[in-house]
């Protein structure tokens, strides 16, 4: 055999092993009978995995929540009422580990390697045995994760309402419900410029009729959010772009969103999730100011909140606790993506929240707020493409909720301990004084205050004690 012909052969066995070894394992996931292909198939997902339970902080136990104690209550709220837990249906059944340089690393025992209907109904019955065990109420979803896109859009809508007649009957008993529905409008080719923005009217026209199943479907299960994320709502270059065009059309899709709301009387809040960029170069929604002035902008103010997304919030240059704050003080608090982003990376990483400072930081600003319920959190957090155990998920699912738990805590205890509050009153305390009431009341002209500087003469200025406002922070974690 020639030198070239081996090489070509061997080449050939390399591929096939790789194909042989990359096929998904197509057992079921009680992992002792024969893999079914029953739309009715109910085996045990989790067989491994017990109801996790709270075991307190001394707990060594990983399966165990330490610090997220579900009926405690803290500020006359139960812990479980504060947060409104929600996993996020794409992240925790539909991830892969998959990456632009590397093919799925997960294949969870259920699944058996189609994108079928009954494919997608054995995803839903895993999705509700996994929230059960974790005692979590609420899920999320996109259109496209929990159900096969179809041929036609008739035919997609037919395959969404079967996998959505079961998660309604897998309700039954239980206060499961979506914490909030939304629509796919970035993964097809048709969205590649966009859906309430693309260049083409018939695709602005799909993305209507998408988003109006997707919000009947919502309401049906008796969601109590809808999200809308435009990942391809912008652009890559200005060059072959009318903004003001697609930024109005924009706001058009947005007016007939509200309208088919209350036609169909879905009292459930719209949410706008902020992104600056990935996989355009540029989002209309950048950040939560953005947002605000948008919604502005075109009369949209009272009909929208926004879910923000700490990890989208470092994209844009600011931290969670700027954004939560921004959309707070604007009143549009509504809804968090609990998750974060890694400061060596720039792009969009999903990981789930642990640092308990930031979660520290985003409670501060949930409890100024009063809470954000219809709203809630929601992890849309993935595991890293390294962890590919079953238990992984529950894992990453316990440490981030006990993480915002800590964080709820210590918010608590910073805020009853009072010195922060203290620093910050003494910062801005000649603002209490009888000028600073005159120019917060808009009695204050220019005039008036010339005369006043003049009295006064070279204002002294204090210290803004960052270092002790951080030391006190720090204190409390």
């Not at 054995?122 to 005692?135: H, I, S, T, V, Y």
């Not at 109005?248 to 209350?262: C, G, I, S």
Request: aromatic share 12%; net charge negative.
């Amino acid at each position: 055999m020639k030198k070239v012909e081996f090489f070509m052969l061997l080449l050939c066995l390399i591929a096939a092993s790789f194909l042989v070894s990359a096929d998904p394992p197509t057992c079921p996931a009680d992992l002792g009978g024969k893999c079914s292909d029953s739309d009715e198939w109910q085996g045990d997902f989790f067989p491994e995995i017990p109801k996790i339970k709270y075991e307190g902080p001394s707990s060594k136990n990983p399966l165990a929540y330490r610090w997220y104690n579900a009926e405690e209550e803290i500020l006359g709220k139960k812990m479980k009422d504060w947060f409104r837990f929600s996993v996020a249906f794409w992240h925790t059944f539909r991830g892969t580990g998959g990456d632009p340089f590397g093919a799925a690393t997960k294949y969870w025992p259920w699944e058996d390697g189609t994108n079928s209907v009954s494919m997608a109904k054995r995803r839903m019955r895993a999705n509700f045995e996994f929230l059960k065990k974790l005692g979590v109420d609420w899920w999320c979803f996109h259109d496209r994760d929990i159900a096969p896109d179809g041929t036609t859009l008739e035919e997609s809508n037919k395959n969404l309402d079967e996998v959505i007649e079961l998660a309604k009957e897998l309700q039954k008993g239980s206060k499961i419900r979506p914490l909030w529905g939304t629509a796919q409008l970035f993964l097809h080719p048709r969205y590649m410029h966009g859906g309430a923005t693309s260049s083409e009217v018939g695709v602005y026209a799909y993305a209507a009729a998408q988003v109006k199943k997707a919000m009947e479907v919502t309401h049906y299960l008796g969601g109590e959010n809808y999200v809308f994320w435009g990942g391809r709502e912008g652009y890559q270059t200005l060059l072959n772009t009318d903004m003001g065009r697609e930024l109005d059309h924009l706001a058009r899709f947005f007016e007939a969103a509200v309208a088919y709301k209350k036609k169909i009387g879905f009292k459930g809040t719209l949410l706008i999730e902020p992104k600056p960029q990935e996989p355009t170069k540029h989002q209309y929604d950048w950040d939560a100011a953005t947002a605000a002035n948008f919604l502005r902008k075109y009369g949209l103010i009272d009909e929208f909140k926004l879910n923000i997304e700490c990890n989208h919030a470092t994209l844009s240059g600011h931290t969670c606790h700027h954004e939560l704050e921004t959309a707070r003080l604007n009143g549009l608090l509504g809804n968090i993506d609990a998750n974060t982003g890694d400061a060596q990376t720039g792009w969009d990483t999903d990981q789930f929240l642990t640092d308990v400072g930031e979660a520290t930081m985003v409670m501060m600003s949930v409890i100024k707020n009063g809470g954000i319920a219809p709203g809630g959190f929601n992890f849309d957090a993935k595991l890293r493409r390294e962890s590919t155990d079953v238990e992984d998920l529950f894992i990453a699912h316990i440490s981030g909720m006990d993480t915002m738990a800590r964080g709820l805590r210590n918010a608590v205890k910073i805020l009853e301990e009072g010195s922060l509050n203290e620093l910050v009153r003494k910062r801005y305390s000649t603002w209490d004084s009888e000028l600073g009431k005159q120019i917060e009341e808009g009695k204050a002209d220019f005039e008036y205050l010339e005369k006043k500087a003049k009295e006064f003469g070279e204002p002294k200025v204090s210290s803004a004690k960052q270092e002790l406002a951080e030391m006190i922070f720090q204190s409390a974690m």
